[in-house]
């Protein structure tokens, strides 16, 4: 289930528990309705607002810290491609063939990453593969002077990292929103709406203010499933550092 279905599906059950509200206030005894009943729930429904309020702020906090690592990690991969082409190329011309491997690793990179499918995909071809092969043949290479020993030196030591880098970012793709959590946080935001509904009168204004502040929770529930899945959706890392590293490639 998509992440706006998702938010759909929370928007319809904590509107539900206000329209509940509002129904149950209609059927109810009226001393179930008293002053003092209605400071216990109040009492009561603060205390869940509260903890609800703490669990809404650590998940958009979580999910927006893993967006941002995640968009790091690109720049950081771009940066590494760019930089052992330039590398490999003060090395010498001997080194064309293994520049153009970076090159495809990284086109496949582009074009995997933000694929409807690649989150659940474990890099064991393509990028895994390309990686091996770029650095056996960096060991290959028979340096001809110090210069070029340090060079080589280099390169391994960045396509390791740049190997290393890769595979995290595919780690925290397949993390996610714990579903247990999230249901957990619908079902308190829910009763907290079924209180609003109980001890509210009912007329438009009410109803128009209990729907608008059950979307922006909803919202809230779209932002952070959207963050947590940051190559597809609504909300996307931007392509454009992988894409500027691609065309500095092989000059």
């Given at each position: 289930?998509?992440?706006?279905?998702?938010?759909?599906?929370?928007?319809?059950?904590?509107?539900g528990g206000a329209l509940l509200g509002l129904l149950l206030r209609a059927v109810l005894p009226s001393h179930h309705l008293s002053p003092e009943s209605k400071d216990v729930v109040k009492l009561g429904m603060g205390l869940v607002g509260t903890v609800a309020a703490l669990v809404l702020g650590l998940l958009i906090a979580s999910a927006k810290g893993s967006y941002d690592s995640q968009s790091n990690e690109l720049n950081e991969m771009a940066?590494?491609?760019v930089l052992l082409d330039r590398v490999l190329s003060h090395?010498?011309?001997?080194?064309?063939?293994?520049?153009?491997?970076?090159?495809?690793?990284?086109?496949?990179n582009l074009e995997n990453l933000w694929s409807n499918d690649a989150s659940s995909r474990v890099p064991m071809e393509g990028p895994a593969v390309g990686?091996?092969?770029i650095y056996e043949k960096i060991q290959t290479l028979t340096p001809a002077n110090p210069e070029q020993t340090s060079l080589q030196n280099q390169a391994l030591?960045?396509?390791?990292?740049?190997a290393q880098t890769r595979w995290l970012m595919y780690?925290?793709?397949?993390?996610?929103?714990?579903?247990?959590?999230?249901?957990?946080?619908?079902?308190?935001?829910?009763?907290?709406?079924?209180?609003?509904?109980?001890?509210?009168?009912?007329?438009?204004?009410?109803?128009a203010s209990l729907f608008f502040s059950a979307l922006a929770l909803s919202c809230a529930v779209l932002l952070i499933l959207e963050m947590s899945a940051p190559y597809s959706g609504l909300i996307q890392i931007s392509k454009g550092p992988l894409r500027a590293a691609i065309s500095h490639l092989g000059k």
């Open positions: 289930m998509g992440s706006i279905n998702i938010s759909l599906v929370a928007f319809a059950i904590i509107f940066s590494k491609i090395y010498g011309p001997e080194t064309k063939e293994i520049r153009d491997s970076l090159h495809a690793v990284a086109v496949y990686n091996e092969v030591g960045l396509i390791m990292s740049l780690a925290q793709r397949a993390a996610s929103i714990s579903t247990t959590l999230l249901v957990v946080l619908v079902f308190w935001l829910a009763i907290i709406f079924i209180s609003f509904g109980l001890f509210s009168p009912r007329n438009i204004t009410v109803v």
